[in-house]
């Protein structure tokens, strides 16, 4: 069971907007530490998506945003494509574990 | 270009020893924190723990302490992980990523900017 709760999957067709919640307490989200997002493609590493809730790595496409409210946080991506079928993680602090990752959403473009 | 280039796949057996390791270049491998990541199959992530090697100060997930042994060499810029007595349920892929982000005490704030291409380790009998 991990601290940061994410939807087991999501699905969208192409073109369409979908978003992935990761839900956390007061000593992670709640508590205004930031949250990070990862994208691994199927056979592939992780790579950095978001970082500091809302800040895109260079060579990532603005169809990807993320914000922060309480203790959740939210990744979206609009104008889904189907190079973006992969799971995604969210990272954030927790003031009892120090880092800690979502259990991961896969992402199906149907 | 960072880079963390990782050692290739291992088969072992249940109560072997083993260290696999994740070699940085492209910037300066003293001055950041080196993490390690599981990934049992068909699971999430989970942080394990994570070394700064410019002297060596390791920090562990409550998770993985007494499991692993965290270390690094900075002289070939290199980060290890490893394990006195592997069991089955360590089969699993682990990846090593650059913290951009720092340790002060018990907790790691940051995140993983750069990843290794992960070490596949399947223990069986």
């Known amino acids: 069971q991990s601290v940061l709760t994410q939807p087991p999957s999501v699905s969208g067709a192409p073109g369409q907007r979908v978003t992935i919640s990761c839900t956390g307490s007061?000593?992670?989200?709640?508590?205004?530490?930031?949250v990070h997002w990862y994208q691994q493609l199927p056979g592939s590493a992780p790579t950095l998506l978001i970082y500091?809730?809302?800040n895109r790595p260079s060579g990532v496409p603005d169809r990807f945003s993320g914000s922060k409210s309480g203790t959740s946080a939210s990744l979206a991506i609009t104008g889904l494509q189907a190079e973006d079928e992969a799971d995604y993680y969210c990272?954030?602090?927790?003031?009892?574990?120090?880092?800690?990752f979502g259990g991961g959403t896969k992402l199906t473009v149907l | 270009e960072v880079q963390l280039v990782q050692s290739g796949a291992e088969v072992k057996k249940p109560g072997e020893s083993l260290k696999i390791s994740c070699k940085g270049s492209?910037?300066?491998?003293?001055?950041?924190?080196i993490g390690w990541v599981r990934q049992m199959p068909g699971k999430g992530l989970e942080w394990m723990g994570i070394?700064?090697?410019?002297?060596?100060?390791?920090r562990y997930s409550p998770s993985f302490q007494g499991q692993v042994t965290i270390s690094a060499d900075k002289s070939i810029s290199t980060a290890y992980l490893q394990w006195g007595s592997l069991k089955a349920s360590d089969t699993a892929m682990y990846y090593c990523?650059?913290?951009?982000?720092?340790?002060?005490?018990?907790?790691?704030?940051?995140?993983?900017?750069?990843w290794g291409q992960g070490t596949l380790l399947t223990v069986s009998s």
């Open positions: 500091g809730n809302i």
């Open positions: 070394i700064y090697p410019g002297d060596s100060d390791t």
């Open positions: 990523a650059r913290l951009q982000g720092y340790c002060s005490g018990g907790s790691c704030r940051g995140y993983f900017d750069y």
């Open positions: 990272q954030s602090y927790d003031s009892s574990l120090s880092v800690v």
């Open positions: 492209g910037y300066s491998f003293t001055s950041y924190w």
């Open positions: 007061s000593s992670n989200i709640g508590a205004g530490y930031d």
